[in-house]
């Protein structure tokens, strides 16, 4: 995971913390405390006039393009170490 994804996701987590205090929750509960603030994040969509649908589609959309990005960038530098030490090698001989 990126630097700046794990910053967002202990923004997440302070969030999510809030949430479950907020409810009067004793902490926070995976995965039951994720769906609570999600099904309100709903809710709070549905009140602003934008489908509960379209949310959960577009997020996980945007989910797995990020999962993506984080598998090609590993691969990058894997490439590129992998190019190094065949640099390395022949020139070793």
Request: net charge negative.
């Amino acid at each position: 995971m990126k630097n700046g994804r794990l910053k967002v996701a202990a923004t997440a987590l302070a969030a999510l913390e809030l949430h479950a205090e907020h409810c009067g929750e004793s902490g926070v509960v995976y995965p039951e405390s994720i769906v609570d603030l999600v099904t309100d994040l709903l809710h709070l969509a549905r009140l602003n006039d934008v489908e509960p649908d379209y949310i959960t589609t577009a997020a996980q959309m945007k989910f797995w393009a990020e999962v993506q990005e984080e598998i090609d960038a590993n691969r990058q530098v894997a490439e590129e170490e992998l190019a190094r030490i065949r640099e390395r090698e022949c020139t070793r001989y």
